[in-house]
């Protein structure tokens, strides 16, 4: 009875806390929701990568997702399982994009004339055109950072350009290493809600 009187009190907390952060964009609210479940998402995804700078990235990239999808979250399950199943799709996300192309040797042709075999092994190389879009992109990635206001563009250039742990952004800009995860994380929000606007190209 006193368990579940507990859980219903966590809930309404939750579910107050998340009207907050929908909708009065209540900087206290997001930042109470993410230090109740930054560790135990963490931990979750630790578990499945077992690498702590990935487990870090996709916690920031999950509470990211979530805080963008609060108008889908329903007070009738808890917000950590919403939050939990957001990550493993995260993580699962994470999988793909990391899947390496394999050649099967069933695929591979002759194509050379008398004994000689010439076989056709696709390059992880970037050819001249891929170049080319991949610099386009990435102009217009930095046009689109550069919208931001100096404090969240200041550390996505930290993170993302200098590649620097959240430690080490910590440390450089003198700030809790809990506000510089909180501003990285809404850095995202606001990228990805300028790429929205732009019709959802770069």
């Known amino acids: 009875m006193e368990a579940n009187c507990e859980q219903n009190s966590r809930l309404q907390r939750d579910y107050q806390l998340v009207c907050e952060a929908r909708d009065k964009g209540s900087h206290r609210a997001y930042a109470d929701l993410m230090a109740s479940y930054r560790e135990p998402l963490y931990l979750l995804l630790l578990r499945m990568t077992r690498n702590t700078t990935t487990a870090s ?9 979530a805080f963008l999808q609060l108008n889908r979250y329903a007070p009738t399950g808890t917000f950590s399982s919403w939050l939990f199943s ?3 799709n995260t993580y699962i996300d994470h999988l793909r994009k990391r899947k390496i192309d394999t050649v099967s040797l069933n695929s591979i042709t002759r194509t050379g004339e008398n004994d000689f075999i010439e076989y056709q092994i696709p ?13 386009q992109r990435d102009a217009a990635l930095k046009e689109i950072v550069s919208q931001l206001k100096a404090p969240y563009r200041q550390i996505v250039e930290l993170r993302y350009y200098e590649d620097l742990s959240y430690e080490e952004i910590a440390e450089r800009l003198k700030l809790p290493l809990g506000t510089v995860k909180v501003r990285l994380m809404r850095a995202k929000a606001l ?9 959802g190209e770069i």
Do not use: C, W, Y
């Open 86 to 88: 957001i990550g493993v």
């Open 57 to 65: 990235d996709l916690t920031v990239e999950t509470f990211s997702k």
């Open 191 to 199: 990228l990805t809600s300028i790429v929205e606007k732009r019709g």
């Open 123 to 135: 390059s992880s190389q970037p050819n001249p055109e891929e170049m080319m879009i991949r610099m």
